[in-house]
């Protein structure tokens, strides 16, 4: 454990689909020791959420008694415990008015983030995770405009007067990986590091002709069959095409302000080239920023002073 956690107030845990992390947060909302594990829902042996959940609290023995509070995926029909969905507008005060308790076999009380939903065209769209990183991000000054968050399934959120006003999933992620292990394009790609050219060339077709993505994806086969781009490209070009495609169709046009990217890995970097390509201006928020979600949420509730 850190030396710095000496006056920890709350165990945060943002548990997804592929991966696990906890925090031991500060009467501050500062984050003062973590812990982070391949262990998400679709990884748990067994579905034995409450083992997981002990092994990965373990090093925090000693502080054992402090309030628990989890969000993301862990809360799906699929995870630990199912929770409602909230519509929007909602904010801070609202998930922490949703909070639903969960007591383990051992007495420990874990406090669950419930998800949110929203409609577009009558076709529903929901998150669950994304909710508590925004709120973390007005505990850096970032509470009104747009924010992106790259990955399996990408959100593009709009939040007004620090709350959640709208957003739109694309399952770029899903689609990048279908297309490279499961279709004719996997065979064509030769691995090699990063080619932002490619990437960029890609990005340019995506913004110009979203709507005509399945036929540009076809590209992707003849570009290489006619020696115009080489094998060590396809992939970033696909990646790119993809990734354009994907901002073309959260409106671009509109978007006026800088957009925030939440993320911590190289998909991130991807975004960062791609919105300034798209003529956007972006910034990063910081790594922690769901550990300050949870922080205050759980203050919201009354959890934490």
């Not at 391949?38 to 090093?59: A, C, Q, R, T, W």
């Not at 008694?65 to 862990?74: C, D, E, F, K, T």
């Not at 699929?78 to 409602?84: D, K, L």
């Not at 990408?154 to 770029?172: E, G, L, N």
Request: hydrophobic share 40%; proline share 4%.
């Amino acid at each position: 454990m850190n030396s710095a956690a000496s006056n920890p107030v709350l165990i945060g845990i943002d548990w997804g689909t592929s991966s696990l992390r906890a925090f031991l947060i500060g009467a501050g909302g500062e984050v003062l020791d973590q812990v982070s594990k391949s262990e998400g829902i679709m990884h748990v042996k067994d579905g034995d959420f409450e083992g997981s959940f002990s092994s990965l609290i373990e090093p925090w023995v000693k502080v054992q008694g402090l309030p628990v509070i989890a969000s993301g995926m862990i809360t799906s029909r699929n995870g630990w415990v199912e929770t409602p969905y909230l519509p929007l507008p909602s904010g801070a005060q609202e998930l922490a008015d949703a909070l639903v308790a969960h007591q383990t076999s051992d007495g420990t009380k874990v406090i669950f983030v419930t998800g949110m939903t929203t409609d577009h065209g009558d076709v529903p769209d929901v998150m669950r995770g994304e909710e508590t990183q925004i709120i973390g991000a007005t505990a850096f000054g970032m509470s009104d405009g747009v924010f992106v968050l790259p990955g399996t399934h990408s959100k593009w959120i709009t939040v007004r007067d620090s709350q959640i006003d709208d957003y739109s999933t694309f399952m770029t992620g899903d689609i990048f990986a279908a297309l490279r292990q499961h279709t004719i394009l996997g065979a064509l790609i030769e691995e090699g590091p990063f080619n932002q050219q490619a990437f960029e060339r890609g990005c340019a077709v995506g913004f110009a002709e979203g709507g005509n993505l399945l036929h540009d994806l076809f590209g992707v086969r003849t570009l290489p069959l006619f020696e115009k781009i080489t094998g060590n490209m396809v992939s970033d070009y696909l990646s790119g095409l993809l990734i354009g495609a994907e901002i073309q169709g959260a409106n671009v046009a509109s978007i006026k302000d800088t957009v925030t990217i939440i993320g911590r890995d190289d998909l991130a970097d991807r975004y960062e080239v791609a919105l300034k390509a798209a003529g956007l201006k972006s910034k990063r928020a910081p790594d922690d920023i769901v550990a300050k979600g949870h922080f205050l949420i759980a203050k919201a509730a009354g959890l934490v002073s």
